[in-house]
Every structure is written in C-alpha cells, then in structure tokens.
C-alpha cells in the first residue's frame, strides 16, 4: 500500500521560503513521478510541480515558475518543494500524489495522495 506524507507546511510572511516534503513509503519509486498540487478554499485544485524519480525530469505551473523548485531524494524515497517569494496567493493546502510514468512520461491522473500540508502567507 502507497502512503505519502507531506509535511513543512507552515505560516510566513510574503517573501519567506518554506520547503515542503513528501515523504513516500510502500510503492517502488523507480517508475513514478510525483506531483504537488495545491488547493485554497472556494478554488479549483491546481497543478504546481511535477518531476520523474529517477529520470529527474521536472515540470512546473507557470505561478510558481521562478520561484518553487522540485527535487528528490532517491536514498530518502522523499520529494521536496522549495518555495521561495511566497505571496499571499500561494496560500492553499498542498498536497502531493504519485502516479506511475506511461511510455516513459508522467501521467496526468494520480492514484495515491498524501492528506496535505498547511501554507499561509501574510501581506
């Protein structure tokens, strides 16, 4: 069974960093990708970050473009996004999700999800 756990999610002011991690246990990771996503009150879920374990493909939504990276840990079977510049936009309950690469490319639907990490950022 796949278990993902986010965490680092926390309250800071607008131009602060936070990094967050997706901690993934119960699946071999070597043909997954993982996907943060995000998602405020009254908001559709957005993509925001997605990178290929293994192949270190990365992919990100034009919002955090610039700004957030996405990076792994193969040895930890852990995905992180570092945020930098935050804005009070960006405050939502991220979450990540892992799916299983088709043909060698990271699928649009994923099975597994993590229950979310908490951001706020103040003006």
């Known amino acids: 069974q796949v278990e993902l756990v986010e965490s680092g999610g926390a309250s800071v002011q607008a131009g602060g960093s936070l990094r967050l991690s997706c901690a993934a246990s119960?699946?071999?990771?070597?043909?997954?990708?993982i996907r943060w996503f995000r998602q405020a009150p009254g908001t559709e879920r957005e993509e925001i970050a997605t990178i290929s374990i293994g192949g270190g493909k990365t992919y990100y939504a034009d919002s955090v473009k610039g700004r957030f990276a996405i990076s792994q840990d193969r040895a930890k079977n852990t995905v992180y996004l570092q945020m930098n510049s935050l804005k009070p936009e960006d405050s939502a309950m991220y979450y990540c999700?892992?799916?299983?690469?088709?043909?060698?490319?990271?699928?649009?639907?994923?099975?597994?999800w993590g229950r979310g990490t908490q951001v706020s950022v103040s003006s």
């Open positions: 999700a892992l799916g299983y690469r088709i043909w060698g490319d990271c699928p649009n639907e994923y099975n597994y």
């Open positions: 119960g699946s071999p990771m070597s043909n997954a990708c």
